[in-house]
């Protein structure tokens, strides 16, 4: 399995790319972190990515126009790209997944109760499937509530150990500091 790249190692020797699985890849979020991904926003300028992206099969159009849209951007550190609607495919023998599928918290009467429900059986989807396809991988959960759907994912998915799960904790506190910043009329580093 990769790793980061090593402070020791020789310039001259080149990275094996890093393989990274992303769920949910041509929503919004995934819209806008398969191109840093692959333009070495997330793992450094140097190293190589593989892209594995994964959507539900009624998305997979707007998931094979992004694979257009990454093969026209040329981007020198992306080695593979492949796509597909089965978690197990898509997680196979990656290094990293980083999990965005799901309904997001949007305001619209959903509670986060709500999204409970309506992710969770969804993530113990995703957990079977790392479990199965990808025990070595690192784990990174976004979607909402990302605590509870990191527990769900790990909860299926015994052979992961649980030091290789991450959740996305810092986009309620980025919301809660917007949140005061505009209701005391300063700006954000203020708060």
Same mark, same amino acid.
């Given at each position: 399995m990769s790793e980061f790249p090593a402070t020791w190692r020789s310039s001259n020797e080149p990275l094996s790319p890093l393989k990274v699985a992303v769920s949910g890849a041509a929503g919004q979020i995934g819209y806008g972190l398969v191109f840093r991904i692959a333009a =070495?926003?997330?793992?450094?300028?140097?190293? !190589?990515?593989?892209?594995?992206?994964?959507? %539900? !099969?009624? %998305?997979?159009?707007? @998931?094979?126009?992004?694979?257009?849209?990454l093969k026209d951007c040329a981007y020198p550190l992306l080695?593979? @790209?492949?796509?597909?609607?089965?978690?197990?495919? %898509?997680? #196979?023998?990656?290094?990293w997944i980083i999990l965005l599928a799901g309904k997001s918290l949007n305001y619209d009467g959903t509670s986060r109760h709500d999204l409970?429900?309506?992710?969770?059986? @969804?993530?113990?989807?995703? =957990?079977?499937?790392?479990?199965?396809?990808?025990?070595? #991988?690192?784990? @990174?959960?976004?979607?909402?509530? $990302?605590?509870?759907? $990191?527990l769900v994912a790990m909860s299926q998915a015994p052979n992961v150990p649980a030091e290789r799960?991450?959740?996305?904790?810092r986009l309620d506190?980025?919301?809660?500091?917007?949140m005061i910043a505009e209701k005391a009329g300063v700006p954000v580093q203020e708060v």
């Open positions: =070495g926003g997330l793992f450094g300028s140097e190293q !190589p990515v593989s892209l594995s992206l994964l959507e %539900a !099969p009624e %998305a997979i159009r707007d @998931l094979e126009g992004i694979t257009l849209e080695h593979e @790209l492949r796509l597909s609607a089965e978690p197990e495919q %898509a997680f #196979s023998d990656v290094d409970l429900h309506i992710n969770g059986p @969804l993530y113990e989807a995703h =957990g079977r499937a790392i479990n199965i396809a990808a025990p070595r #991988s690192r784990v @990174l959960v976004v979607a909402e509530p $990302c605590n509870t759907m $990191c799960w991450f959740a996305l904790n506190r980025m919301r809660a500091t917007a």
